[in-house]
Each structure stands twice: as structure tokens, then as C-alpha cells.
């Protein structure tokens, strides 16, 4: 079956209600798989496939993914109108069903007070949720709570810890501060070998 083929499959599928369908047609406007890519068309399945999860199966994975998803499409303006209030909807609703990615990207929304007002406690709490189920954006983005003591009582040593867990995945910020760590010796023995490794 050829990508355009594979495409139009699952458009009659969204059409008719299927989440599952709206989900992966949202994917295919969104990455150019087997279509053009159509910011506007991603954003609409996204947003079916999120009111299907919301509404039906709120447990459902899936669906958390497209609210995440669409969350990140009302952050960047990317085929809707960018309403950073409504992206923090849905990466709330989506965190509050275990979804990393919007855990993740809910505890950037309030480390900056994008649609919601800063709370340093609250990102450090969203990211923390995130880190723990092996997010490389979380254990990043908490290893710089704890190395700065936002929103936490500052441990380098936490900060090192977080700092590695992401750095093992390949997240380069998270590898930067690694080598940081080596370098000062904080969290670690000093080690300028590792540092530059």
C-alpha cells in the first residue's frame, strides 16, 4: 500500500468517528505522511481525537497523545489561532492521564507562565511526574530546578542524577549539564574526562 493510499484509508475512518482513524490522520497532515503536510487539517483531527478521549475514554492513551499533541499545536500556533491558555488545557488534560510529553510541557508552561501564572513549585512538580516515567525533557528541564533551586530546595546532587538520566537518551541540554557537573565536580567527583566525553 502506498503512503497517499495509506492516507486516504484513514480518512474515511476520521470521517466517520473512529479516534483511532482521527489520530493517525492527524499524524499524516501533520508529518507529511502519504499527504501534504496541512497544519490546519493536523490540528482538526487532533482536536476530534481529543474530544473523542476526553468525552469516551479518558484513560486511553491515545487520546492523551493527541491532546498533548494538540496542546503543542495551540502553544506554536501551528494550524490554529496560538492561545497558550488553551494549550494548558489540554496539556492538562493529558497529564491528568499520565501523559508525559504533556506533563513535561505543562511544567514549561508554568516555569515560564505561558497561559497560567509562573509557579516554579508546580513546574518542578509537573516535571518531576514527567521525569520519572523516563521523559528526557523532564529529567532535563527537573536536573535545572534542582541545580538552580527552582521550585525545589537546590541539591546538585539530584541535579546530577536528573542531569544523566536524560543525558543517557541522547537529550543534549541534559549532556551539557552533565558535562558541567564533571567539570565543577557537583553532584560528582570532578572529572574532566568525563566532562569532555
Known amino acids: 500500500m502506498s503512503k497517499g493510499a495509506m ?28 499527504c ?3 497544519l490546519e487539517l493536523a490540528a482538526k483531527w487532533f482536536g476530534e481525537a481529543s474530544h473523542q478521549g ?6 486511553n492513551y491515545g487520546y492523551a497523545r493527541a491532546q498533548a499533541n494538540l496542546g503543542i499545536m495551540y502553544q506554536n500556533g501551528w494550524g490554529v489561532e496560538k492561545n497558550r491558555e488553551t494549550a494548558v488545557k489540554w496539556y492538562r488534560i493529558a497529564s491528568n492521564q499520565g501523559h508525559a510529553d504533556g506533563q513535561a510541557n505543562l511544567g514549561v508552561c508554568y516555569h515560564n507562565g505561558w497561559g497560567v501564572k509562573k509557579n516554579l513549585e508546580l513546574a518542578a512538580h509537573w516535571y518531576r511526574l514527567a521525569a520519572e516515567q523516563g521523559d528526557q ?3 532535563a528541564n527537573l536536573g535545572v530546578c534542582y541545580d538552580n533551586g527552582w521550585g525545589v530546595e537546590k541539591d546538585l546532587n539530584e541535579a546530577f542524577k536528573w ?6 537518551q541522547g537529550h543534549a541540554y541534559g549532556q551539557n549539564n552533565l558535562g558541567r557537573c564533571y567539570e565543577n565536580g557537583w553532584g560528582c567527583t570532578q572529572s574532566i574526562d568525563e566532562a569532555v566525553r
Open 54 to 59: 476526553h468525552l469516551k475514554a479518558q484513560n
Open 137 to 139: 525533557y523532564g529529567q
Open 36 to 38: 501534504n503536510k496541512d
Open 163 to 168: 542531569y544523566k538520566l536524560a543525558a543517557e
Open 7 to 34: 492516507a486516504e484509508q484513514f480518512v474515511q475512518q476520521a470521517e466517520d468517528g473512529d479516534p483511532q482513524a482521527q489520530f493517525t490522520l492527524a499524524c499524516c497532515y501533520f508529518n507529511a505522511w502519504g
